[in-house]
Nanobody
């Protein structure tokens, strides 16, 4: 099973940008659709973005559409989340996830593997 390690989180002012990275282990990275979720204190984990195995299609939550971009580099076994125009309500722990069964999964139950998460804090 693929193992995932996120990085790139931190503290940023509102309006700023961050790029999260998720490094996947193993040689089967291209077999997985990938996603990003986030979880704020006291709230459920919510879908942020997903990308197909080939990287040819993406899907975003309405709350981040136009501000966040998901991408993947198959040669580097890495998926990215570029976050621009950050808002205080984007503050959360961000999780990378991998799905072997769905082409563009948007629910937590469709994912097989999860990273440990990286904290993103946006100050006002």
């Amino acid at each position: 099973q693929v193992q995932l390690v996120e990085s790139g989180g931190g503290l940023v002012q509102a309006g700023g940008s961050l790029r999260l990275s998720c490094a996947a282990s193993g040689r089967t990275f291209s077999r997985y659709a990938m996603g990003w979720f986030r979880q704020a204190p006291g709230k459920e984990r919510e879908f942020v973005a997903a990308i197909t195995r080939s990287g040819g299609s993406t899907y975003y939550a309405d709350s981040v559409k136009g501000r966040f971009t998901i991408s993947r580099d198959i040669a580097k076994n890495t998926v990215y989340l570029q976050m621009n125009s950050l808002k205080p309500e984007d503050t959360a722990v961000y999780y990378c996830s991998a799905s072997s069964g769905s082409s563009l999964p948007v629910t937590t139950g469709q994912y097989d593997a999860w990273g440990q998460g990286t904290q993103v804090t946006v100050s006002s």
